[in-house]
């Protein structure tokens, strides 16, 4: 019942799909903006980070709505590594949930296939984007339901040794 529901979820998110090439203009526009938007992080976290990991640019941070009873939920984000040092994405968590697992999505004779990734890299100047019908935040388990235009607090494994990024998905509803 669960798969099946799983499925159901990513059905909807790969009606959104088509945005694509909108949403990486909007992007574009939105990358110097977005660092702003992590909280007290911006401008320190990416000098810190510096060397071994950064300067980055995490963006559009969202989670579609659910019914208050879903098993599951999906975050999508999108991180623009703005370093010369390959990024890598280890994992998440977030305190709302059970756990959180990075999945891919792929189409396999007309069935969509979730499967576990243990770590997404992203190229120098290169950009990830964790999207509806795509590699996506599986968000297992919710402690609690969430309403359109509530966040759900995520922590972001980026920078091995340094602590996990804070990042808010948006719930919305398209
Ligand atoms: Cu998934």
């Known amino acids: 019942m669960k798969y099946l529901w799983l499925l159901l979820v ?15 203009s909007t992007l574009l526009a939105q990358s110097s903006g977005a660092s ?29 709505l659910a019914p208050p009873t ?19 994405l280890r994992g998440a968590r977030s305190a709302a949930f059970e756990r959180v697992e990075l999945h891919s999505m792929s189409m396999d004779g007309g069935v969509m296939r979730m499967r576990k ?17 795509a590699n996506h935040l599986m968000l297992i ?18 920078c091995a040794g340094k602590p996990a990024l804070r990042v808010e998905l948006e719930v919305r509803a398209d």
């Open 10 to 24: 990513m059905g909807q998110a790969t009606v959104a799909a088509p945005q694509g090439s909108g949403a990486s």
């Open 117 to 133: 990734l243990e770590q997404l890299s992203i190229a120098p100047g290169a950009r990830l984007k964790l999207e509806p019908g």
């Open 141 to 158: 388990g919710p402690k609690r339901a969430f309403a359109a235009g509530d966040t759900i607090p995520i922590e972001l494994e980026l």
């Open 70 to 88: 879903a098993p599951v939920l999906a975050g999508y984000l999108t991180i623009a590594n703005q370093g010369e040092q390959p990024l890598v």
């Open 36 to 64: 702003s938007t992590l909280q007290g992080q911006s401008s320190g976290a990416s000098s810190s980070l510096q060397g071994q990991c950064g300067p980055f640019a995490v963006s559009s941070p969202w989670s579609r």
